[in-house]
């Protein structure tokens, strides 16, 4: 298995090296050279495993250049019981008799972003011993990606972390998650700006080939390929369980449906790879919040990305992007995985600020299966009262936007499956607007809000940015004497 750049301008290359990269390149987005399929009864055959089991069937299809004993590990040791709230780590719970949450935060930081950095955390340490490497990882976060980025990633040999938030818009929990971690190889960096501010700066610094190379950066945003892969297998996991209970015979091509909360498409992404594998989805519902380009794109066919300063501050503020880097995957496959229209569309982006494939509109659905729809604060609020009515289950503020959109797509006979994204525990004050219930911190991680908080404060500021990297960059050299 070969890994190619979305533009067209990179050698192929295996997965051990495109997990350094992040962007490719030339950069485009690295997508696999040929997606690989399964079969239903490959899939039926999978029934019987556990969670780490699972995860190496599906990611050997893709990591072909690791072998298969040390994928096996990898994926135990990211996957231990240890690390996980729930008995099983991605439990399925019905809140009515249409909807079904997927339980994607029972790991270390409580949201789903666990569920693809534990084993991105153990693949990066595998490959950087291999090849005697050090990687400075550059990332942005909107809440909950840079706590599972650190809590993944702290104290590994040969990695530091340089995460970036945009500064006062995200909550109490999620600050404190990642600012309080004092391992020396953690550095949190608040920047004066939306988080699409601070993606830009991530992009800016990694299209820098000289910087990029000088500092061996990479990324573990969801545009590292590697998070995408690592999802794809809880879509597996989801519709395995969903379909436990269905007679035997008709499993192979019993359809569920599944709605994902999104803002970067990242996670979505996923899902729409897990279908062309061969899994039998039917619909894939984008659910956005105010920010809802990626609604707008979805029922339009024209992609409309906002500024910084008209992107809004909500009360799920994991989804408040405006500007969604994964989506150049999907786009990638829409225009029949061609790179010269793929830069014709990017250039339009950049000349007009508007990409317009409302031609391609009808293939959304048919094709692909993908709908979506958007959710305001007033929406969350009457969903979470609801859902916790009905079946006494509190829910975050983002699974609620999955939640009041998936109920709009709900077909008879057809399994809704909703995306958990977090804790609710990480959202109180929306939680007690919507219940009157006070949430305290989970048993684990008391004193949380207490602990003593490291972080710089950053202007958004690319040559500042690099200088600050510059003088805590990690080398192999200095990795190996700090062992020492």
């Not at 780490?52 to 590990?73: K, M, Q």
């Not at 369980?241 to 979505?268: K, L």
């Not at 150049?328 to 569309?345: K, T």
């Not at 500042?464 to 990690?474: D, G, M, Q, Y």
Request: proline letters at 4%.
């Amino acid at each position: 298995m070969k890994y190619i750049s979305t533009r067209g301008g990179m050698e192929p290359a295996p997965y051990t090296a495109i997990l350094l990269e992040g962007l490719a390149t030339d950069g485009g987005l690295v997508v696999p050279e040929t997606l690989p399929r399964v079969t239903a009864d490959e899939i039926e055959a999978w029934r019987r495993l556990d969670y780490p089991e699972l995860a190496a069937e599906v990611l050997s299809r893709f990591a072909t250049d690791i072998p298969r004993a040390d994928l096996e590990r990898m994926c135990r040791d990211a996957y231990r019981a240890d690390l996980f709230v729930a008995e099983e780590i991605v439990p399925l719970t019905p809140i009515d008799d249409e909807i079904t949450l997927v339980g994607l935060s029972e790991g270390p930081t409580l949201a789903f972003k666990d569920m693809a950095m534990q084993f991105l955390g153990q693949a990066l340490e595998y490959v950087l011993a291999r090849s005697d490497r050090a990687l400075n990882i550059l990332g942005a976060t909107s809440g909950d990606t840079g706590s599972a980025a650190e809590y993944a990633l702290r104290g590994k040999e040969g990695i530091a972390v340089f995460m970036l938030s945009p500064q006062g818009r995200m909550s109490a929990f999620q600050r404190a998650q990642m600012y309080s971690l004092e391992d020396e190889n953690i550095h949190n960096i608040a920047v004066a700006g939306v988080f699409d501010d601070c993606q830009n700066l991530v992009k800016a610094l990694s299209s820098d080939l000289e910087f990029k190379r000088a500092h061996h950066l990479g990324t573990v945003n969801s545009i590292n390929l590697g998070r995408i892969t690592a999802q794809i297998v809880y879509y597996f996991w989801a519709w395995l369980r969903a379909t436990d209970g269905v007679a035997a015979d008709e499993r192979a091509a019993y359809e569920v449906s599944v709605t994902v909360p999104s803002g970067n498409f990242g996670n979505i992404l996923s899902g729409h790879l897990a279908k062309a594998m061969g899994l039998p989805l039917r619909k894939l519902v984008l659910a956005a919040n105010e920010n809802n380009v990626l609604d707008h794109f979805f029922r339009t066919g024209v992609y409309t990305p906002r500024s910084a300063a008209e992107t809004h501050a909500t009360s799920s503020p994991s989804m408040d992007i405006s500007k969604a880097s994964n989506l150049e995957r999907f786009v990638y496959d829409l225009v029949g995985q061609d790179p010269q229209r793929l830069a014709a569309a990017w250039r339009e982006l950049d000349e007009t600020g508007s990409i317009d494939l409302s031609t391609e509109l009808a293939r959304f659905e048919a094709e692909y299966g993908l709908r979506s729809g958007s959710s305001t604060h007033a929406d969350r609020v009457e969903t979470i009262r609801s859902v916790h009515e009905r079946s006494g289950r509190l829910i975050d503020p983002h699974t609620a936007d999955g939640v009041k959109v998936a109920r709009e797509y709900v077909e008879p006979g057809v399994p809704m499956l909703v995306l958990e994204t977090a804790k609710p525990e990480k959202f109180p004050d929306i939680v007690f607007e919507a219940t009157g219930r006070r949430l305290g911190i989970p048993e684990q991680l008391t004193g949380l809000l207490e602990r003593a908080q490291r972080v710089t404060e950053m202007a958004d500021d690319a040559d500042e940015l690099r200088a600050f990297i510059s003088a805590r960059a990690v080398h192999r050299d200095s990795a190996q004497h700090d062992q020492n």
